[in-house]
């Protein structure tokens, strides 16, 4: 399994608790139970095998000029990076797409024999959970998050530890 893309997961009131939870400056490394990353945690786990352990985190971000192409977890050469530790990723777009201009989630997936083109994720993404796998040794998903402009993309990442 590469990645999993769980459609309409958030409903508005859970996206208007994340704007809320920016709003009191709880936007990166918050707690675990509060509501709807309690929600989110639930879900992916019926999925794949993460841990909450000390270096699990979630981040609320708003990233104008992008990110790059990267693996979480692991350097493009496969060597361990600053988040090592991670195993598995999950994101959310949490802005309408139609509040920004570009701001499109792409990846590279091996499943995809003879793509000669990255795929995107960008209308789909709103309210919707990818899950992904992070880390060296758990095939990681090769991605990026293309700039954007004309307003705010926030997004919703979750970083995890995987089961022992």
């Known amino acids: 399994m590469r990645r999993i893309l769980l459609p309409n997961v958030l409903s508005e009131t859970m996206i208007e608790e994340c704007r809320i939870h920016l709003e009191e400056g709880i936007h990166r490394g918050g707690p675990w139970d509060v509501y709807p990353i309690d929600h989110l945690v639930e879900v992916i786990r019926e999925h794949v095998p993460i841990k909450l352990g000390r270096k699990s985190y979630w981040n ?38 139609d509040e920004f201009e570009g701001g499109e989630f792409q990846f590279w997936d091996d499943d995809d024999e003879g793509s000669n083109a990255p795929q995107s994720l960008r209308e789909e993404l709103y309210r919707s959970l990818l899950i992904y796998p992070s880390g060296a040794d758990n095939d990681p998903l090769l991605h990026q998050a293309t700039p954007h402009t004309n307003g705010e993309r926030w997004m919703l990442l979750m970083f995890f530890e995987g089961e022992d």
């Open 60 to 97: 609320l971000e708003c990233m104008s000029k992008g990110h790059d192409w990267h693996y979480d977890g692991c350097e493009l050469d496969f060597e361990p990076n600053h988040m090592a530790w991670c195993q598995w990723s999950a994101v959310t777009l949490l802005s309408p797409p």
